[in-house]
């Protein structure tokens, strides 16, 4: 990449920083009492404008050829906070807590490319379980020290972009036929997402298992 395509790109970047700063600015001096919907829309748009600062400067990384994308990813994954074990016929993944659905595809990766490379780094290692009728459940944690006016519709969160990268490791399709999904939401110390999938079969003994169920708001 020549001098001035990269110092071009930077400064794209660099006029989003303070676009940023001034929304985080803004949310500080917001009263979620009275304005929660003002903040509502701060916040997200500061999730994501941090995101696109962040899938540019990645994009801008593997342009100038400098690291490798999967030791990029792998560094990512570990900043996001990814994990995947398995158990008990279980794969369980626990990712960030998922925004609204957007249109663009570029900040879809901002989540699904980590993913998608935590994933084949684990199964270098371990052998996943292959599902073929099974039951997919998303577990959105929410900080329980926060404002419930945060939790969203369940059809509003971008979980199909997340379904697409698990489903290519552990799934025989994602399809209504081999797949159920359910819901649901809980109150805790921190925000994240935990995916868990598994045999039908094991669905009704994750349910019962399922701990704080009087926090708990379910869809099926």
Request: charged share 25%; with cysteine; aromatic share 8%.
């Amino acid at each position: 990449m020549d001098r001035f395509t990269l110092s071009s790109r930077l400064s794209r970047i660099e006029e989003e920083i303070p676009k940023l700063k001034n929304t985080i600015s803004a949310m500080k001096i917001t009263n979620t009492g009275v304005y929660g919907k003002n903040y509502e829309e701060l916040s997200l748009d500061a999730a994501l404008r941090a995101e696109r600062i962040a899938c540019s400067l990645r994009n801008l990384i593997y342009a100038t050829n400098l690291i490798n994308k999967s030791k990029l990813m792998d560094a990512v994954s570990k900043e996001h906070g990814i994990e995947i074990s398995h158990s008990n016929d279980r794969v369980v993944i626990t990712l960030p807590g998922l925004l609204p659905k957007r249109t663009k595809r570029t900040n879809t990766t901002f989540l699904t490319d980590p993913l998608h490379a935590s994933l084949e780094s684990y199964v270098k290692e371990h052998t996943l379980p292959h599902f073929t009728d099974c039951v997919v459940c998303f577990n959105h944690i929410f900080d329980e020290n926060l404002s419930t006016r945060r939790i969203r519709d369940y059809d509003n969160l971008e979980c199909k972009q997340i379904l697409d990268t698990v489903a290519g490791f552990v799934m025989t399709d994602d399809g209504g036929l081999f797949c159920d999904a359910y819901h649901t939401t809980k109150l805790s110390d921190r925000d994240c997402t935990m995916l868990t999938i598994m045999d039908k079969s094991s669905f009704t003994s994750w349910l019962n298992d399922t701990e704080n169920r009087s926090k708990t708001m379910s869809d099926f």
